[in-house]
């Protein structure tokens, strides 16, 4: 189900949201130039980190791996980057919307069970 098209758009969805989230904390967090700095490069910086550190072949990535992770690292990094999206939501005062991005992400990786099974054994 890892690899399933719609379960990719929904991780796809995700991964924006928590980069916007990224940038709307950053943004929050900092006045003058700082505040600008702070809503693009977090996201920027977050987005190269999440494209840079692959496991190698993985089947609902492209299969490259600019820099090869093993398994149980890149599970660890996507969940502490919805985990940290999360905590900004509600440092940011959402706890609602943390709620509901926590719970996504959650029902995401449960549907996932494929692909968490593939990482850890890799």
Same mark, same amino acid.
């Given at each position: 189900?890892?690899?399933?098209?719609i &379960?990719l758009?929904v991780?796809?969805?995700? !991964?924006i /949201?928590a980069?916007i989230i #990224?940038?709307?904390?950053? %943004?929050? &967090?900092? @006045?003058? /130039?700082?505040?600008?700095?702070?809503?693009?490069?977090?996201?920027? =910086?977050? $987005?190269?980190? %999440?494209g +840079?550190f692959? /496991?190698?072949?993985?089947?609902?990535r492209?299969?490259? $791996?600019?820099?090869?992770?093993?398994?149980i690292?890149?599970l660890? #990094? !996507?969940?502490a #980057?919805?985990?940290? $999206? +999360?905590? $900004?939501? #509600?440092?940011?005062?959402? *706890?609602?919307?943390?709620?509901?991005l926590?719970?996504?992400v @959650?029902?995401?990786? /449960?549907?996932?069970?494929?692909?968490v *099974? %593939?990482? =850890?054994?890799q």
């Open positions: 189900m890892g690899s399933n098209p &379960n758009a991780r796809f969805i995700l !991964e /949201v980069l #990224f940038g709307i904390w950053g %943004w929050n &967090n900092a @006045a003058g /130039v700082l505040q600008y700095l702070l809503a693009l490069g977090i996201p920027i =910086l977050a $987005a190269i980190l %999440w +840079t692959a /496991v190698k072949d993985d089947p609902s492209s299969g490259k $791996a600019p820099v090869p992770v093993p398994g690292i890149r660890v #990094f !996507e969940l #980057f919805f985990a940290l $999206a +999360t905590w $900004a939501l #509600f440092d940011l005062g959402n *706890t609602s919307l943390a709620w509901v926590g719970s996504a @959650a029902i995401h990786y /449960v549907i996932s069970y494929d692909r *099974t %593939w990482l =850890l054994k």
